[in-house]
């Protein structure tokens, strides 16, 4: 599937905060959903309000066990992309930058690289 969009997820136990990025990794909208079934329902409701397909959005989150196990299940039964990368793959060191979004960053540009081998 070729994505148009990414949807970078960095997961709290209670919330999650989301950055719609282009291909280019630019930073096109920034919003903080509920993390369970109702917020991940807002989620998908925000990324068509900004005019996008679900379908050809690619949500990337780290691997937070429990926590995204709501996030999972959805994307299955909503038909969504999700990849869940493992948090050391990304950088041992991103939970220190002074952004949520920078981290958010590094895990879209991983994500990309392992999807366009």
Not at 17 to 43: P, R
Not at 75 to 95: F, H
């Amino acid at each position: 599937m070729n994505y148009s969009h990414f949807v970078g997820l960095d997961i709290g136990k209670k919330t999650f905060d989301a950055s719609l990025m282009s291909l280019e990794e630019k930073v096109l909208a920034h919003s903080t959903f509920d993390n369970n079934s109702e917020g991940i329902k807002k989620l998908l409701e925000w990324v068509s309000s900004q005019g996008l397909s679900v379908k050809c959005t690619l949500f990337c989150a780290e691997n937070m066990g429990n926590y995204v196990t709501d996030l999972s299940v959805a994307s299955i039964t909503r038909s969504y992309g999700l990849a869940l990368v493992c948090p050391l793959t990304i950088d041992p060191t991103w939970q220190k930058y002074p952004s949520k979004r920078h981290g958010i960053g590094l895990l879209v540009e991983v994500t990309k690289f392992v999807f366009s081998r």
